[in-house]
């Protein structure tokens, strides 16, 4: 529980923290469950699971930092990384039982990549934030 908070803040927070990811699910497999979910014109299969689910990495990532830059660890990356990762391949599953549509590994794979990439930029975003805040205290400070 956040300090200082009563039970139902902490249920509140929890809920607008997890809510933008629970969403983003929700869209992923009313696509998916599409024969033929609509897809921009001369836009890869690939690149749409690169850009759909590093947007995933991201909401997830928001919501195991605590909702905050500066909650972006190792620790959060990696549990946002597996979140979206593990919903990437249940979507794959899933799509095996949609007519005109299968499992492909590839797309599993780059499901994979697009969250880590986008986690690792958000990531590397804050590690450059909280120097700059770092160089701006201390020269202040002089």
Not at 66 to 74: E, I, K, N, W
Not at 103 to 124: K, M, N, Q, R, Y
Request: aromatic content about 8%; glycine content about 14%.
């Amino acid at each position: 529980m956040i300090s200082g908070s009563t039970p139902a803040t902490s249920v509140g927070r929890r809920w607008w923290l997890w809510a933008p990811v629970a969403g983003y699910m929700a869209l992923i497999f009313v696509l998916s469950g599409m024969a033929s979910p609509p897809i921009p014109a001369r836009t890869s299969d690939k690149t749409l699971h690169l850009v759909g689910y590093g947007g995933l990495g991201v909401v997830a990532l928001r919501a195991t930092a605590g909702g905050a830059l500066s909650g972006v660890t190792g620790g959060s990356a990696a549990a946002a990384w597996a979140i979206a990762t593990l919903y990437g391949l249940t979507d794959e599953y899933h799509q095996s039982y949609v007519p005109e549509r299968t499992a492909d590994p590839a797309d599993a794979l780059a499901d994979g990549v697009g969250a880590a990439s986008t986690i690792g930029l958000v990531w590397a975003f804050g590690i450059i934030a909280r120097r700059g805040r770092t160089s701006r205290a201390a020269q202040r400070d002089r």
